[in-house]
């Protein structure tokens, strides 16, 4: 079974740095792509990026292109989003998700992790 | 960037009735189209990928067509536990994916 399981929520203050994680387990790692979508409170989904773990080519969103860095280490299977500077607006969920025949949907998506940024 | 016209942004329907959801891609994308379902405070499902391929599992109820810039999601026969929000979804090599903007589905 197919299974993507996100670290858990954080509480961050503005300027601060943060990573959070998305595991995979029950596939072959580094044959799919992993991308990140965020839900700002009460509004939308928001495509952010992709990650293909087997090369780490990397996709971005021209929206979050330079605001968030996308990573993996598949040596533990584990994708990764990254602030280094988060702000207020960062408060969100987001959600890792697998893609499915290409890397063009999401079939298979992790939990979510709550970032909440306030001073 | 390609931009997403999803539609309606919400949508009151009863039981047993055809629901239909349309999206419209600014330019040409194919059949790269795919639909999901978001329940509250949950992770968003696949449904349809593609423009019309039905997801494992998911019941035939729910069906997708179109393509190029015009797209169509169908709920043949509502259900209670169908009540949810669906996104369109593109994805394009250039700019990457692009969601719509959601449709709130309710029953009446």
């Known amino acids: 079974e197919v299974q993507l399981v996100q670290s858990g929520a954080e509480v961050k203050k503005p300027g601060e740095s943060l990573k959070i994680s998305c595991k995979g387990s029950?596939?072959?790692?580094?044959?799919?792509?992993i991308g990140w979508v965020r839900q700002m409170p009460g509004k939308g989904l928001e495509w952010m990026g992709i990650?293909?773990?087997?090369?780490?080519?990397?996709r971005y969103s021209p929206s979050f292109q330079g605001q968030v860095t996308i990573s993996a280490d598949k040596s533990i299977s584990t994708a990764y989003l990254q602030w280094s500077s988060l702000k207020a607006s960062d408060t969100a969920m987001y959600y890792c998700?697998?893609?499915?025949?290409?890397?063009?949907?999401?079939?298979?998506w992790g939990q979510g992790t709550l970032v909440t940024v306030s001073s | 960037d390609i931009q997403m016209t999803q539609s309606p942004s919400s949508l009151s329907a009863s039981v047993g009735d055809r629901v239909t959801i349309t999206c419209q891609a600014s330019?040409?994308?194919?059949?790269?189209l795919n639909w999901y379902q978001q329940k509250p405070g949950k992770a968003p499902k696949l449904l349809i990928y593609?423009?019309?391929n039905l997801e494992t599992g998911v019941p035939s109820r729910f069906s997708g067509s179109g393509s190029g810039t015009d797209f169509t999601f169908t709920i043949s026969s509502l259900q209670p536990e169908d009540i949810a929000t669906y996104y369109c979804?593109?994805?394009?090599?250039?700019?990457?994916?692009?969601f719509g903007q959601g449709t709130k589905l309710e029953i009446k």
């Open positions: 330019q040409d994308i194919s059949n790269y």
């Open positions: 990650i293909y773990p087997g090369d780490s080519d990397t």
């Open positions: 593609d423009a019309s």
């Open positions: 979804q593109q994805y394009d090599n250039l700019h990457g994916g692009t």
């Open positions: 998700a697998r893609n499915g025949n290409w890397l063009g949907y999401f079939q298979h």
């Open positions: 029950g596939y072959s790692f580094t044959s799919y792509w």
